[in-house]
């Protein structure tokens, strides 16, 4: 007597088939197509939030300096695109801008990483040393720095006095946002 083989114990020993295989993978790949979507989105919103936060601190802070100073740093449209950055770290870490305290006067000095002697930083945050909110980006070796934004772009600070390009009466201040171009509708500005 032969015994005929189970066709049930056939068919749980078989595979995938091709069809079965193909429907798993497009599956999983809409699923991380879509992670990855909302990753980048939460992404560059947390990075514009921390551009925001930013702005308001400087803001706050570079007030602060104009109060105890009496008067902020002049600048023209060739210090805004190279300089502004490097104005910024010099007001709020009072490295470099002598004894008097105040930037662009004639006692100002090297930058060393460190506030000028006696002098309290407006914001300890841009120690260049340690760097703890990666505010600063050390251009040079180790010095000049600018104050940069959550892309690594620097920081732009306008003080024309009244000029025809001020937006702000006090200053202006800006980031060039998640595109990395001045005058965008992503840029974040003070006014």
């Known amino acids: 007597m032969e015994i005929a083989p ?91 801008v002598g004894a008097d305290g105040i930037v662009g006067t004639a006692d100002d000095g090297a930058l060393d990483g460190r506030p000028d002697e006696g002098l309290v930083p407006y914001l300890a945050d841009l120690d260049p040393n340690t760097n703890p909110r990666n505010l600063i980006d050390k251009k040079g070796t180790p010095l000049p720095v600018a104050v940069v934004d959550p892309w690594g772009n620097a920081w732009r600070f306008r003080n024309e006095r009244g000029g025809p390009d001020q937006e702000n009466p006090d200053f202006d201040l800006w980031s060039l946002g998640p595109d990395g171009k001045n005058g965008t509708p992503d840029d974040i500005r003070n006014w």
């Open 6 to 96: 189970n066709p049930l114990k056939a068919r749980d020993c078989r595979g995938f088939t091709l069809v079965e295989l193909l429907t798993v993978v497009t599956i999983i790949m809409i699923l991380s197509g879509m992670v990855i979507g909302v990753s980048s989105y939460v992404n560059r919103k947390s990075a514009i939030d921390k551009a925001k936060t930013q702005m308001e601190t400087f803001n706050m802070k570079i007030t602060e300096y104009q109060t105890d100073a009496g008067f902020l740093p002049e600048t023209t449209e060739g210090d805004i695109e190279a300089q502004s950055g490097l104005i910024i770290y010099r007001m709020l870490y009072c490295d470099g």
